[in-house]
């Protein structure tokens, strides 16, 4: 998921600017600090069970509360940047009771429900409950919503909701800088093979020992 950062400004040499600017490096500023939400966990939390107990009021089922695996997760750059600021994103998946029979008409209502609150469908797919599959983003919040089937038996839906990276309420936006790019790395000379001196006069010269890869000639 997109995070938006942006790069500090800070003196560099002449040369660390113009491998930037070659490279299109941070200093083009493409927006990755643009200001982000402000939320805190448990706003986020409410918002997203709330719109999955929507999702699985719509089929006909509610969610299996033994079932629910929320992970709030620090949010990580497109190049790995990260920050010291709180931001988060929260991914939380359910199950949601359903029987087999009922998946299809299930996938379309839910796809009725999303696009009428402003959600762009990426991907949908009937059949059967390998095939099935639902992906969304949009809404107020631009929530990512995927839709599938549990394994045997046959008998769940997989409803799960990830969110955009929030900024904690109170918390200052810290300005990340990509990674510089990695300094290329200079050729070494190849050293010239070692000549062996001649055998002296009457003496026996020795066989060369030649490794072999592992296993090579072995019996299986």
């Not at 918390?171 to 300094?183: D, F, G, H, N, Y």
Request: glycine share 8%; aromatic share 6%.
């Amino acid at each position: 998921m997109p995070i938006h950062m942006k790069c500090r400004r800070t003196a560099l040499p002449v040369l660390t600017l113009l491998a930037l600017l070659a490279t299109g490096g941070c200093m083009t500023d493409s927006g990755k600090n643009d200001p982000l939400p402000v939320k805190s966990q448990q706003k986020a939390e409410y918002e997203v069970r709330a719109l999955i107990d929507l999702l699985a009021e719509e089929i006909g089922s509610e969610v299996d509360a033994k079932s629910v695996d929320k992970r709030f997760r620090d949010c990580i750059g497109k190049n790995n940047e990260t920050a010291n600021d709180g931001r988060f994103d929260l991914d939380y998946t359910v199950q949601a009771p359903l029987p087999r029979a009922q998946y299809n008409t299930a996938l379309v209502k839910l796809k009725k429900t999303l696009e009428a609150e402003g959600y762009k469908v990426s991907a949908y797919r009937e059949g059967d409950w390998r095939h099935i599959l639902l992906y969304a983003k949009g809404g107020d919040a631009n929530f990512f919503v995927s839709v599938g089937a549990m394994k045997p038996p046959y008998d769940r839906m997989i409803l799960s909701v990830t969110t955009p990276c929030f900024l904690p309420p109170g918390k200052k936006q810290e300005e990340v800088s990509a990674p510089l790019p990695r300094p290329q790395r200079e050729s070494v000379p190849v050293a010239a093979p070692a000549v062996a001196p001649a055998p002296a006069p009457g003496q026996a010269q020795e066989r060369p020992v030649v490794q072999r890869p592992a296993g090579a000639g072995d019996f299986g």
